[in-house]
């Protein structure tokens, strides 16, 4: 141990000298610190923080819907040129460990009772939901006062789209739809 | 780009920064401070504060999936471990890192206590390490609850009626852990809100200061054979 070794204080080196002081050590070994304490710390952060995106990321991109065609309910509750019925389904979803039963809202119409027409209650603005009002004959959205025709086509409002439309099939008297 | 104009503009904008923040006294301080000549035995500080840093970042990534609710907290660390992406890692980290911040944070200690690092006057250092270990030994018996299966449960148990034991106040502490009169779905959201955010509160204080002072008082050199 040599004298000159000690607390900071009694190192004599006068205050607001820094690391290229008088006394700086061999700049080659200071260096080479330098890029090992940055390739040490870069992996060990690389080593975390990639499986941490992959953690984060990881249920969004797993959840899963119902596959498949699901029933709506019998044809014969939908009458011909009648104002829109909302039908109400349940289906499952499953993300992560959690498995959830979520009801699916559909306006149905038909004007023949053979072809339909399944519009989404979910307004193509953001995502609030419409109902049907009868008086003005469109859907309306509370949420930014959006309104639709009966078909789902934009009439007023911000809304960049109509009404997203369901797939749908006629079997057995019943009505069955896709999950978009 | 050349490289002496990007090292240029690097020091326009440390400059710059300085100018406001004074960042480059603090840097100075705290990284290039002069240190005697000191052994690896002089790292265990620093290993545990790495280990602390590992538990912060893999414990905020746990609470985006774990659920403090006796019905959820089983299935949730379940789904973490076996399902999610890199769960098992992620959780690995966090369980073993809370045992090798224990292990470290010890000798650490011991470090302290054979170097005479204690003692004047770095008495205040020392005592907020005694404060830190404790609060590590709260982060490790809170943590072992929240997976909630049965080695968690009957921990706590054990654990909670050691706190019974003290005459007239061990009954009243034994409930105050537990939320109530035994484990419940309070003592699990009590557990957790300990762990997450009572304890890290303190843990961060104490951390601060501690980090102060050992920059402040500058480290011990090795004792020497005449002193």
């Known amino acids: ?180 | 780009m050349q490289p002496a104009a990007n090292d240029d503009r690097l020091k326009q904008t440390g400059d710059w920064l300085d100018e406001r923040t004074g960042w480059r006294g603090n840097w100075t301080a705290v990284f290039l401070r002069k240190i005697p000549k000191v052994s690896w035995a002089y790292t265990l500080g620093s290993a545990t504060l790495f280990t602390l840093v590992l538990q912060f970042v893999t414990g905020i990534l746990l609470t985006l999936y774990y659920v403090p609710e006796p019905q959820q907290a089983y299935a949730s660390v379940t789904y973490i471990t076996n399902e999610l992406s890199f769960g098992w890692l992620i959780r690995g980290i966090h369980h073993w890192g809370a045992s090798a911040m224990v292990l470290l944070a010890i000798l650490h200690m011991v470090r302290v206590i054979i170097y005479g690092a204690y003692k004047y006057p770095r008495e205040v250092t020392w005592l907020t390490g005694v404060g830190l270990l404790l609060l590590t030994f709260a982060f490790g018996f809170t943590g072992y609850l929240l997976p909630w299966d049965q080695r968690a449960y009957w921990a706590t148990v054990v654990g909670t009626q050691i706190g019974s034991v003290p005459p007239v106040v061990g009954g009243f502490t034994k409930d105050l852990m537990l939320g109530g009169p035994e484990i419940s779905g309070l003592t699990l959201s009590r557990f957790f809100g300990a762990h997450v955010w009572v304890l890290p509160s303190l843990l961060v204080a104490l951390v601060a200061i501690h980090l102060f002072l050992v920059v402040r008082n500058g480290i011990t050199s090795p004792p020497k054979r005449d002193e």
């Open chain 1, 1 to 180: 141990m040599g004298a000159d070794e000690g607390p900071p204080s009694t190192s004599g080196v006068p205050s607001g000298v820094g690391a290229d002081g008088p006394d700086a050590v061999d700049p080659g070994r200071r260096k080479f610190l330098i890029a090992t304490i940055g390739a040490v710390g870069g992996t060990i952060t690389a080593a975390v923080g990639v499986p941490a995106i992959a953690f984060v990321t990881g249920s969004a991109r797993t959840a899963t819907g119902e596959e498949g065609w699901i029933r709506l309910g019998s044809v014969g509750s939908i009458e011909p040129g009648a104002a829109p019925t909302l039908v109400k389904a349940t289906i499952e979803r499953r993300t992560g460990y959690l498995v959830e039963e979520q009801e699916v809202s559909i306006f149905v119409t038909t004007e023949n009772g053979q072809d339909f027409v399944l519009l989404s209650n979910v307004c193509t603005h953001l995502g609030c939901r419409v109902r049907w009002v009868e008086a003005e004959a469109g859907f309306h959205c509370p949420c930014h006062n959006a309104m639709f025709g009966r078909n789902g086509e934009v009439l007023a409002g911000p809304p960049p789209r109509p009404l997203d439309r369901y797939e749908y099939k006629v079997e057995d008297a019943q009505l069955f739809f896709k999950e978009a």
